[in-house]
């Protein structure tokens, strides 16, 4: 059973196996965490993301990390687009973080960090985002043995210990 707990910092800080990225279909890169990510990892990762792109909603994708070494890998997935609730958003927001720990474990990953997926530009709201990846990464089976939330700000970090918590 991995150990999961959550932090308040920069993704691209963390010294993990994999790190998740919140990316955009065309895994060209982006602003917020995307951008965070690209930035570090340096113009490797938009070369790689583009020769495996699109990534759907729900989906993952993994690259190397490039220049985020020690890190060895980014895992690219794709939020919903926070539409009212009505259109599948928890559903597809569920599956990104399910199919992000199933390519982990393709990749033997054993640290992973997770960014809130969607609750930035794609505005799913915070706290019903961090319900659903705690439980999402709780049912999910994996052989890591770590997995880190990061938040980046206090409100996203309260929703996640909310979460982990209830
Ligand atoms: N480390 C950790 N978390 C971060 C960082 C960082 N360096 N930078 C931003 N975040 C947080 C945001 O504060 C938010 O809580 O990541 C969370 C997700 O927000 P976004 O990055 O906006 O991602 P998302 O809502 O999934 O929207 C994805 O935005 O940047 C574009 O290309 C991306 O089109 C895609 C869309």
């Known amino acids: 059973m991995a150990e999961i707990d959550v932090v308040l910092g920069d993704i691209t800080e963390q010294r993990v196996d994999a790190i998740v990225n919140a990316a955009n279909e065309s895994l060209l890169g982006g602003g917020g965490v995307d951008g965070a990510i690209h930035r570090a990892a340096g113009p490797g990762l938009a070369e790689a993301g583009a020769a495996i792109a699109p990534c759907a909603p729900g989906d993952a994708k993994a690259t190397p990390a490039f220049d985020l070494a020690p890190v060895r890998h980014v895992i690219h997935t794709v939020g919903p687009v926070w539409a009212g609730g009505g259109h599948g958003e ?77």
């Open 90 to 166: 928890a559903d597809t927001l569920a599956s990104c973080y399910r199919r992000a720990l199933l390519v982990a474990d393709e990749l033997g990953a054993d640290s992973i960090a997770f960014p809130a997926i969607a609750t930035g530009v794609y505005g799913f709201p915070t706290a019903q985002a961090a319900r659903i990846a705690v439980a999402t990464v709780r049912a999910t089976p994996t052989n890591a043995t770590r997995i880190t939330f990061v938040a980046f700000d206090e409100d996203t970090h309260a929703a996640l210990t909310a979460a982990l918590d209830g």
